[in-house]
Every structure is written in C-alpha cells, then in structure tokens.
C-alpha cells in the first residue's frame, strides 16, 4: 500500500537539499558575507584599487602574479625559495570556507584588464584555537610602497573579526622591514617574540585599526 509513496527519509532528505539550495542561493545574494567581500579603495597617487575576496577561478591569476614577483618577495613570503605554485596549492590558496581561512585580493586595472597585484590572506591551522590564525600578505614588487598592502591589511582584519578570529599571528624575517613597519603601524600589536631570525607578532582584530594608521598616507602611531 505504501509502495508508490515516498518515504520519511526520502522527504527529509528532499526538504534538506531544499533549504541547503535555499541557504546558498541566500548567502550568495548577500553582499555582506565574506565570500562577496569587495571595496574600492583610492591609492595616495589617486589610482582606484579594487579589493575583494579571492575565487576558486583566480588560480591562473595568482599563478600570474606568482611569476611576476621578483626572487625576494617570494623569500620574504615563503621564508625560502620557490620557483612555482603547484595545483594542490593553487586549490589551498583559492578554494576557502572564508572562516578558517579568507583571502582577499588587490586588482588594479591596467592597460584595459584587471590584475591582481596582491593577496591578504588567513588561515587558522587545524588545532589552532577557534580566535586565531596566521595571517600573511604579498604586493607584486611594481606596486609595492602605494598603499596596497595596508588597504588589504585593514580589509582583511575587517573579514577575520566578522568571522570571530580575534586573534592574528604573523611571522616576519626580521630583514622585513617593510612588512614589520606596517604591522606596527596598526596600533593593534599585542606581543613580539624572535627566534630564529623571524619574528612572531601577534595583532587582535579586536579594535578596528584606525583609518589613519592604515590608510596610503597615514602616520605611524606612537610605540
Ligand atoms: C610587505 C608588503 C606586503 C607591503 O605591501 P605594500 O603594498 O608595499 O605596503 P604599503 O605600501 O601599504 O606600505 C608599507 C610601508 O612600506 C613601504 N614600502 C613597502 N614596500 C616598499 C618598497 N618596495 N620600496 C619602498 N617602500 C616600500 C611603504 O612606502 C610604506 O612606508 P611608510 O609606512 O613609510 O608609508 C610588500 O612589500 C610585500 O609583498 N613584500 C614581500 C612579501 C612579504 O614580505 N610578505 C610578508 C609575509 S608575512
């Protein structure tokens, strides 16, 4: 008698495919969850940069740019040398849930097409506690020192407090002088450790980092 009628399960299972569609086409509307992130920013020389959250179909970007930055970016990047991105990196770095892990990319539009030029990214290890992660940046040498760098910094902590990450560890060469002025510029450094010719900052999301400090011409707060 119940042979031509669906079963519980089958109901259940209908409904929930139902809702997950229904949820995501939600998400996927709403401008204001990670995955849709996006800004544009105006850099010190008047150049409109575009900054928004990376895609799965960014990998030839981001090979790209890779091939585009020069042997010390990648070293102060990578801590060490590298000549390329594999395909499993390629899906690691392009492919996040935007909690643990979020990603944020820099586009100028140059000679009629859009480039990404830098990448601002975080990533909470498997057995890091829910509030932290690492978190890493690079600028594609012919645009580094134009305020790229701190617009993504100061949009990608945006992204990693919405998402509960309060707190950001980084780990600098000591020689990066660059990247360890700009971090300080934040205000929002809790502690500095070295060891092994880097350094361990950590930042708190916490406070939102003022718009001065981290804006292309800001100043550098007091130590
Ligand atoms: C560190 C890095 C991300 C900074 O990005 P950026 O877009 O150059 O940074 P910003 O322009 O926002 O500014 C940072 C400061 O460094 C200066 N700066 C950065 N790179 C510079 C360069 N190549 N030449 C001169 N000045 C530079 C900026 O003028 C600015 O100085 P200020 O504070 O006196 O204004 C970028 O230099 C980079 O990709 N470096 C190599 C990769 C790296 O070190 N990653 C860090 C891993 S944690």
Same mark, same amino acid.
Not at 138 to 149: C, L, M, S, W, Y
């Given at each position: 008698?119940? &042979? /031509?009628?669906?079963?519980?399960?089958? *109901? %259940?299972?209908?409904?929930? $495919?139902?809702?997950?569609?229904?949820? %995501?086409?939600? @998400?996927?509307? /709403?401008?204001?969850?990670?995955? /849709?992130?996006?800004?544009?920013?105006?850099?010190?020389?008047?150049?409109?940069?575009? +900054?928004?959250?990376?895609?799965?179909?960014? $990998?030839?970007? #981001?090979?790209?740019?890779?091939?585009?930055?020069?042997?010390?970016?990648?070293?102060?990047?990578?801590?060490?040398?590298? $000549?390329?991105?594999?395909?499993?990196?390629?899906? %690691?770095?392009?492919?996040?849930?935007?909690?643990?892990?979020?990603?944020?990319?820099?586009?100028?539009? +140059?000679? !009629?097409?859009?480039?990404?030029?830098?990448?601002?990214? %975080?990533?909470?290890?498997?057995?890091?506690?829910?509030?932290?992660?690492?978190? =890493? #940046?690079?600028?594609?040498?012919?645009?580094?020192?134009? !305020? +790229? !760098?701190? *617009?993504?910094? $100061?949009?990608?902590?945006?992204?990693?407090? =919405?998402?509960? +990450?309060? @707190?950001?560890?980084?780990?600098?060469?000591?020689? /990066?002088?660059?990247?360890?002025? #700009?971090?300080?510029?934040?205000?929002?450094?809790?502690?500095?450790?070295?060891? =092994? &010719?880097?350094?361990?900052?950590?930042?708190?999301?916490?406070?939102?980092?003022?718009?001065?400090?981290?804006?292309?011409?800001?100043?550098?707060?007091?130590?």
């Amino acid at each position: 008698m119940h &042979g /031509n009628l669906p079963g519980l399960h089958d *109901l %259940y299972d209908t409904a929930e $495919k139902r809702l997950v569609a229904a949820l %995501y086409q939600l @998400e996927s509307q /709403n401008p204001m969850e990670p995955h /849709n992130f996006a800004a544009d920013e105006q850099l010190r020389d008047g150049t409109q940069l575009h +900054i928004r959250a990376i895609r799965p179909d960014d $990998k030839q970007a #981001l090979v790209d740019l890779f091939e585009r930055l020069s042997p010390q970016t990648i070293y102060y990047r990578f801590h060490g040398v590298k $000549k390329s991105l594999s395909r499993d990196e390629l899906v %690691y770095l392009t492919e996040l849930d935007f909690h643990r892990r979020a990603a944020l990319v820099a586009v100028l539009h +140059i000679d !009629g097409e859009d480039q990404i030029v830098g990448v601002g990214r %975080y990533a909470s290890a498997p057995n890091a506690p829910q509030h932290r992660a690492e978190v =890493a #940046l690079t600028v594609e040498d012919a645009h580094q020192g134009r !305020g +790229i !760098g701190s *617009l993504l910094l $100061k949009h990608l902590m945006q992204v990693a407090r =919405a998402e509960g +990450i309060t @707190e950001l560890d980084a780990f600098v060469l000591a020689e /990066n002088r660059h990247m360890l002025r #700009l971090f300080e510029r934040t205000g929002l450094v809790l502690q500095r450790s070295a060891a =092994a &010719g880097a350094c361990h900052l950590v930042m708190t999301t916490d406070t939102p980092p003022s718009a001065s400090a981290l804006s292309p011409g800001g100043r550098h707060p007091a130590p």
